[in-house]
């Protein structure tokens, strides 16, 4: 292995064990975890995403045996890492999707997934990414086109004597995880915005200008405007995940078309795709206190009241035609009786430990 190669498998490792011990910090670590979405299920789907973070980052860091031993050689470690980078790259990409599909359910479509639905899609999901990692060997591998898993330049991957494979059981993942997420994330938005609403039987798209946007809350409740500013920081996670996929997927496509793209610019892509589990860590962290409280919210299952197009006058809204929300009202009954109830057993606790007089 020349110099140049070395420094840029070394510098590829360390990448990805940054990322490695991002994702291992945020386990670690209680205060970066959500503590305030226990009636849903999306602190497991991201746990499943960063656990995939982890996985690719790991099948990277492998990479330093081959610095150790100045080039790459095959055999079973060498089918090892590119399994385990295969696998690691398409559940990202999986759980990437998951994760947006729940919160497009969960804040655009207003279902409450349930425990047993959220286990089985955790190991339907585990499942289906072990078996396009097995099918390779097991099933597409053939002795004239040799070992399915094998050195892939600099280190091990898929092989080149499987392009098509390379590009439709990986890439392709890749980038269909992330057009779909960015559209599930927009169509959040404009949900909850007000700007996309569903009356009468039709969906209907409406845009205002900025200093008609108080005609957007009206059709906003209390989940949709506790969730506004939250949604509009989780979009990164798309966009940040395709501006990461992009570099490399370029660089690839280039090779398989017989451009010649030289090792730094391979290396260089390669770092910015393993930063992934890197990026969600610190995305997560800047954006988890922009998060509401859940706790504190209604039922995520509460249906939306319809907001009929009478509301919307000549001259603005017409005093008094708004009726009164009686899931609010009975909400903050709920409510104030489990505070009083909470200020009573505090109360009945603090009396319970006075000294006997």
Same mark, same amino acid.
């Given at each position: 292995?020349?110099?140049?190669?070395?420094?840029?498998? #070394?510098?590829?490792?360390?990448?990805?064990?940054?990322?490695?011990?991002?994702?291992?910090?945020?386990?670690?670590?209680?205060?970066?975890?959500?503590?305030?979405?226990?009636?849903?299920?999306?602190?497991?789907?991201?746990?499943?995403?960063?656990?995939?973070?982890?996985?690719?980052?790991?099948?990277?860091?492998?990479?330093?045996?081959?610095?150790? @031993?100045?080039?790459?050689?095959?055999?079973?470690?060498?089918?090892?890492?590119?399994?385990?980078?295969?696998?690691?790259?398409?559940?990202?990409?999986?759980?990437?999707?998951?994760?947006?599909?729940?919160?497009?359910?969960?804040?655009?479509?207003? =279902?409450?997934?349930?425990?047993?639905?959220?286990?089985?899609?955790?190991?339907?999901?585990?499942?289906?990414?072990?078996?396009?990692?097995? #099918?390779?060997?097991?099933?597409?591998?053939?002795?004239?086109?040799?070992?399915?898993?094998?050195?892939?330049?600099?280190?091990?991957?898929?092989?080149?004597?499987?392009?098509?494979?390379? #590009?439709?059981?990986?890439? =392709?993942?890749?980038?269909?995880?992330?057009?779909?997420?960015?559209?599930?994330?927009?169509?959040?938005?404009?949900?909850?915005?007000?700007?996309?609403?569903?009356?009468?039987?039709?969906?209907?798209?409406?845009?205002?200008?900025?200093?008609?946007?108080?005609?957007?809350?009206?059709? +906003?409740?209390?989940? @949709?405007?506790?969730?506004?500013?939250?949604?509009?920081?989780?979009?990164?996670?798309?966009?940040?995940?395709?501006?990461?996929?992009?570099?490399?997927?370029?660089? +690839?496509?280039?090779?398989?078309?017989?451009?010649?793209?030289?090792?730094?610019?391979?290396?260089?892509?390669?770092?910015?795709?393993?930063?992934?589990?890197?990026?969600?860590?610190?995305?997560?962290?800047?954006?988890?206190?922009?998060?509401?409280?859940?706790?504190?919210?209604?039922?995520?299952?509460?249906?939306?009241?319809?907001? +009929?197009?009478?509301?919307?006058?000549?001259?603005?809204?017409?005093?008094?035609?708004?009726?009164?929300?009686?899931?609010?009202?009975?909400?903050?009954?709920?409510?104030?009786?489990?505070?009083?109830?909470?200020?009573?057993?505090?109360?009945?606790?603090?009396?319970?430990?006075?000294?006997?007089?």
């Amino acid at each position: 292995m020349a110099y140049a190669e070395l420094a840029g498998v #070394i510098c590829l490792a360390l990448a990805a064990l940054l990322s490695l011990l991002s994702v291992f910090l945020y386990f670690m670590k209680s205060s970066l975890r959500l503590h305030n979405y226990g009636n849903t299920h999306i602190h497991g789907y991201f746990k499943a995403l960063l656990l995939a973070n982890a996985v690719q980052s790991f099948g990277t860091v492998l990479n330093f045996k081959w610095a150790a @031993d100045g080039g790459v050689t095959s055999g079973t470690f060498c089918s090892a890492q590119g399994g385990i980078k295969q696998a690691g790259n398409v559940a990202t990409a999986l759980w990437s999707f998951v994760l947006a599909l729940h919160l497009f359910n969960l804040l655009f479509l207003r =279902f409450k997934s349930s425990n047993a639905g959220f286990w089985w899609t955790i190991i339907g999901g585990w499942t289906l990414v072990a078996f396009i990692v097995v #099918i390779g060997p097991a099933a597409i591998q053939t002795a004239a086109k040799g070992p399915y898993f094998g050195i892939s330049g600099a280190w091990c991957w898929i092989t080149s004597k499987y392009p098509q494979e390379q #590009i439709f059981l990986e890439y =392709f993942l890749e980038y269909l995880s992330a057009g779909f997420c960015l559209v599930l994330y927009t169509s959040i938005f404009l949900r909850i915005r007000g700007n996309l609403v569903h009356e009468e039987g039709k969906w209907s798209l409406r845009f205002l200008p900025r200093g008609e946007s108080w005609q957007l809350s009206l059709r +906003r409740d209390l989940i @949709d405007t506790s969730m506004l500013h939250a949604v509009k920081q989780m979009m990164w996670y798309p966009i940040v995940y395709t501006f990461l996929i992009i570099p490399i997927t370029l660089a +690839r496509l280039s090779q398989f078309a017989g451009a010649h793209v030289p090792f730094w610019a391979t290396v260089v892509t390669d770092i910015i795709f393993n930063l992934t589990g890197f990026a969600n860590v610190l995305l997560f962290a800047s954006t988890r206190k922009l998060l509401p409280d859940a706790r504190e919210l209604p039922d995520f299952s509460t249906a939306r009241k319809d907001v +009929r197009k009478s509301l919307w006058k000549a001259g603005g809204v017409t005093p008094f035609t708004i009726a009164r929300s009686d899931t609010a009202e009975q909400f903050n009954i709920e409510r104030l009786a489990r505070v009083e109830s909470a200020h009573s057993s505090r109360r009945s606790s603090l009396e319970s430990e006075k000294p006997a007089q």
